[in-house]
C-alpha cells in the first residue's frame, strides 16, 4: 500500500517536470530539433538553401546562420533571418554549391537570453552537374 502511493507520487512529480521543463529558467537554450539538409548529409543534389528548427523561439535580431566550403569561401547569401511567421526557424539561402564539403554554422539566441553556438557538415556528392 505505502509502495503504491510512493509510485503515484514518483509518477505525479514525473509529471510535473516534464510539464515545467521547457520553461524552467536557466534550462531552456535553443536546442536544433532538425535541419534541411541534415546535419551530415551526404546530398545528390546541391540545396540552395538551408533551413533549420529549434525547440525554442529565437531573437531575430542576435540569430544567424551561414555556410562555408572547404576553402573557407563563405557560400551563402548573407540573408540568414528568423521567419516571422515561425520564430523557431532560422533560414538561410546559397549560391550554387559545386562538389564538395561544406560546414554550416549557426549562433542563435533564445528567447530566455542564452546563445547556443554550434555546426554542422553535409557534403554535395558527384561531378559538377552536365551544362
Ligand atoms: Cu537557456
Known amino acids: 500500500m505505502i509502495s503504491r502511493v510512493g509510485r503515484g507520487a514518483v509518477a505525479a512529480l514525473a509529471a510535473a517536470t516534464l510539464a515545467l521543463g521547457s520553461t524552467a529558467p536557466g534550462d531552456a537554450h535553443a536546442v536544433l530539433v ?3 539538409p541534415p546535419g551530415r548529409a551526404a546530398l545528390s543534389k546541391a ?3 538551408v533551413d533549420l528548427w529549434f525547440n525554442e523561439r529565437l531573437e531575430a535580431a542576435f540569430s ?16 540568414a533571418r528568423v521567419d516571422g511567421s515561425d520564430p523557431r526557424r532560422l533560414s538561410v539561402t546559397l549560391a550554387p554549391l559545386a562538389p564538395g564539403a561544406y560546414t554550416l554554422r549557426y549562433r542563435v539566441l533564445s528567447v530566455d537570453g542564452h546563445v547556443v553556438d554550434s555546426s554542422f557538415s553535409f557534403t554535395v556528392k558527384g561531378a559538377p552537374a552536365p551544362k
Open 34 to 36: 532538425r535541419s534541411s
Open 47 to 49: 540545396p540552395d538553401r
Open 64 to 79: 544567424s546562420a551561414s555556410v562555408w566550403s572547404a576553402e573557407g569561401t563563405q557560400m551563402d547569401r548573407k540573408d
